[in-house]
């Protein structure tokens, strides 16, 4: 294990001499992450084992977080504990990445090193819903029949309209 964490990593090589790393980032390092963060305090943990599985180079461990989300419902925080498991493999195209087994996810190598944090930064994009919102929201919702309701209790602008057409 390293004890100080490079920026930038071949996850190719690593693999071969079989490197793991665990380490912390700060939440605010993460920029991708931002928008969806309500809370930018805290720190992403990570446990990564680069190694070899058959004719692949393959990346597995864990992220740990606590994250604080903004409800899309009524705005307020919703605290969002990640704890997900890591299980990439890496590939240099898509057609390969099509052929991978059901147990890896792709990690798409475009150049030879990449930032040790985007690793980490995509776990953390996957583990967030799309839309985060509480499980039972305060806000009341109208329920699709209110609605209907109202329209029925207001006049028809075309009223007139159809007076006419008489």
């Known amino acids: 294990m390293v004890e100080h964490l490079p920026e930038y990593i071949d996850p190719l090589a690593l693999a071969d001499k079989h490197r793991r790393f665990k380490g912390s980032f700060p939440l605010s390092k993460m920029t991708r992450l931002q928008d969806v963060l309500l809370d930018q ?68 190598l475009e150049e030879e090193s990449i930032p040790l944090s985007d690793i980490v930064q995509e776990e953390l994009l996957l583990a967030v819903p799309s839309i985060p919102q509480h499980e039972k929201c305060g806000v009341s919702m109208a329920k699709p029949s209110e609605p209907a309701q109202e329209a029925q209790k207001r006049p028809n602008p075309f009223a007139v309209l159809a007076k006419l057409k008489k």
């Not at 720190?43 to 990564?48: D, N, R, T, Y």
């Not at 190694?51 to 740990?64: E, L, Q």
């Not at 704890?83 to 087994?101: K, Q, R, T, W, Y």
């Open 41 to 108: 305090a805290g720190e992403v943990k990570f446990e990564l084992e680069f190694g070899k599985d058959g004719k692949y180079a393959v990346v597995t461990g864990v992220v740990m977080a606590e994250l604080v989300l903004q409800c899309q419902c009524c705005l307020g925080s919703i605290p969002w504990t990640v704890n997900g498991p890591v299980s990439l493999a890496v590939v240099g195209s898509i057609d390969e990445a099509d052929l991978l087994p059901d147990s890896y996810e792709p990690l798409l």
